[in-house]
């Protein structure tokens, strides 16, 4: 099976930008097949900022800011956070971190 068919298998729709159509259809293989898109390869860091996001959408309905990531991050990084964040998604956060996360795109959002 080649690497189109494997994302054609494991992806649920997704809009023209590439993002999730229905968050509630984000698990985590459709997370690896989202990275691998982005070309990151996911590692402890990443799925701790994934699941944060993923809870906080299941607590308030809405994608996190970034900010609150940082702050979420910054309980373990200190002061580093914010760096960290885009270390791990170097295109910015709504293109990289919202899309792998299975949030729907924040239209309201810049692109960074």
């Known amino acids: 099976m080649d690497q189109a068919t ?7 729709e997704l809009d023209a930008e ?3 159509v229905d968050p509630a259809d984000w698990n985590e293989d459709v997370a690896r ?21 993923r809870d906080f959408y299941e607590e308030n309905q809405v994608a996190a800011d970034a900010r609150f990531v940082i702050k979420h991050l910054a309980e373990r ?3 580093e956070a ?10 910015g956060y709504v293109k990289q971190a919202c899309k792998i996360a299975g949030m729907r795109r924040p239209r309201a959002w810049s692109t960074g």
């Not at 494997?6 to 649920?12: E, G, I, K, N, R």
């Not at 097949?33 to 996001?53: C, G, K, P, T, Y």
């Not at 914010?82 to 295109?91: D, E, I, R, S, T």
């Open 77 to 79: 990084m200190g002061r």
């Open 33 to 53: 097949a989202l990275a691998q898109s982005e070309n990151i390869e996911l590692n402890d860091d990443h799925w701790d900022v994934l699941r944060f996001m």
């Open 82 to 91: 914010q760096k960290k964040l885009f270390v791990l998604f170097p295109y």
């Open 6 to 12: 494997d994302f054609a298998t494991v992806l649920p």
């Open 18 to 20: 590439g993002y999730l």
